[in-house]
T-cell receptor, first 117, second 114 residues
Framework: DAMVIQNPRYQVTQFGKPVTLSCSQT?????MYWYQQKSSQAPKLLFH???????NEADTPDNFQSRRPNTSFCFLDIRSPGLGDAAMYLC????????????????FGPGTRLTVL | SQQGEEDPQALSIQEGENATMNCSYK?????LQWYRQNSGRGLVHLIL?????REKHSGRLRVTLDTSKKSSSLLITASRAADTASYFC??????????????FGQGTILTVHP
């Protein structure tokens, strides 16, 4: 089945130790998103890739970076995790909505829960 | 950017009852979407309603959209214990450079008791 896969599901890191979360998709979607979701809160968009074009949200801290080496994979790098970065990180994909031929419903992975010690 | 506000924040009902959740937003939209999230999991898309639509059905789900009031409601009929989850509305804001991005509301936590 086509899907969005996130690894690992649970990640524990130490304060200040860089960590990378990965996302892959078999849907062949143009757009990939990274969200941060803290307990009992709405998902907050960090950035998205439209094909190779990177789009950062204005309030995303510099501590968060992303890479998309090909259509299928996208990575979230947290350069120096702080205690406030403990959260669920959600990867999502959507089709080419810029063409106007499709709606922008998003398909989510199961998430990676990050703990910072 | 705008954000949807949902009410109630939490809803507790018995199996078989209907559940209604509401979402309000602030500016013009292209579409409004509802998502479901089981505890500790990713979100699952439920239904999308475009700005020129007023009502949409999918199985036990019924969504309405009132663009004059900038509000939407999600009705789940004949609820089941398996419907227990958080439900989020998300808006695709019309115009500008944000086309295609979604802004999520705070969500409604639905608990359905067997």
């Amino acid at each position: 089945d086509a899907m969005v896969i996130q690894n690992p599901r649970y990640q524990v890191t130490q304060f200040g130790k860089p960590v990378t979360l990965s996302c892959s998709q078999t849907l062949n979607h143009n757009v990939m998103y990274w969200y941060q979701q803290k307990s009992s809160q709405a998902p907050k968009l960090l950035f998205h890739y439209y094909d190779k074009d990177f789009n950062n949200e204005a309030d995303t801290p510099d501590n968060f970076q992303s890479r998309r080496p090909n259509t299928s994979f996208c990575f979230l790098d947290i350069r120096s995790p702080g205690l406030g970065d403990a959260a669920m990180y959600l990867c999502a994909t959507s089709r080419d909505w810029k063409s106007g031929r499709t709606d922008n419903e998003q398909f989510f992975g199961p998430g990676t829960r990050l703990t910072v010690l | 950017s705008q954000q949807g506000e949902e009410d109630p924040q939490a809803l507790s009902i018995q199996e078989g009852e209907n559940a209604t959740m509401n979402c309000s937003y602030k500016t013009s939209i292209n579409n409004l979407q509802w998502y479901r999230q089981n505890s500790g999991r990713g979100l699952v898309h439920l239904i999308l309603i475009r700005s020129n639509e007023r009502e949409k059905h999918s199985g036990r789900l019924r969504v309405t959209l009132d663009t004059s009031k900038k509000s939407s409601s999600l009705l789940i009929t004949a609820s089941r214990a398996a419907d227990t989850a958080s439900y989020f509305c998300a808006t695709d804001d019309a115009g500008g450079t944000s086309y295609g991005k979604l802004t999520f509301g705070q969500g409604t936590i639905l608990t359905v008791h067997p």
